[in-house]
């Protein structure tokens, strides 16, 4: 099993990218949206080392970002755990060596992590809860597509280091 440094230092990693979104990152907003950098590494993870991986990384990356937000605790981990799931399906079939790949992987995570999130907001909504109400329509056109394409720049310019990281050898 040849996993490398990485696998090892992925929930620190994680806890410590969760740790910088909520504070520091809010400083490089483009266009009123900040990037989603644990996202990011979750999707690179379940790229590199698969699904199984990725959602345990995503789990405990969301409660990280849900400590440090004022949304409902444990909608995040839910998310990232869609986000991860999507990005794994690239780990065997697909090569992340191709530059669509890791875009494709970056785009659809960011997706399926919003339908995920504002999903359960809308489930609480409707079941009494206080939670953040947003409206879909407004959200999608300026948060989500902001941040989507955000994110595969970011992704974009993160694509020659993930090629240097080693292909997983689990199966």
Not at 80 to 99: C, D, E, K, Q, T
Request: charged share 10%; proline share 6%.
């Amino acid at each position: 099993m040849n996993r490398g440094a990485l696998y090892y230092l992925m929930v620190p990693l994680l806890l410590l990218c969760a740790l910088l979104q909520s504070t520091t990152l809010a400083r490089f907003k483009l266009a009123g949206v900040k990037p989603e950098l644990v996202l990011l590494v979750v999707v690179i993870g379940a790229m590199v080392y698969g699904a199984r991986s990725g959602v345990l990384w995503a789990f405990v990356a969301g409660i990280g970002l849900d400590l440090f937000s004022g949304g409902p605790f444990g909608a995040s981990s839910l998310a990232l755990m869609a986000s991860a799931l999507v990005a794994g399906l690239g780990h065997r079939p697909f090569s992340r060596f191709n530059l669509l790949v890791p875009l494709a992987a970056a785009a659809l995570g960011t997706l399926a992590f919003a339908a995920v999130y504002l999903g359960l907001l809308a489930v609480l909504t409707t079941a009494g809860f206080s939670v953040p109400q947003l409206p879909l329509g407004g959200t999608l056109q300026d948060i989500v597509l902001p941040v989507t394409l955000y994110n595969v720049a970011l992704m974009l310019l993160a694509i020659p280091l993930l090629n240097r990281l080693p292909e997983s050898q689990d199966v």
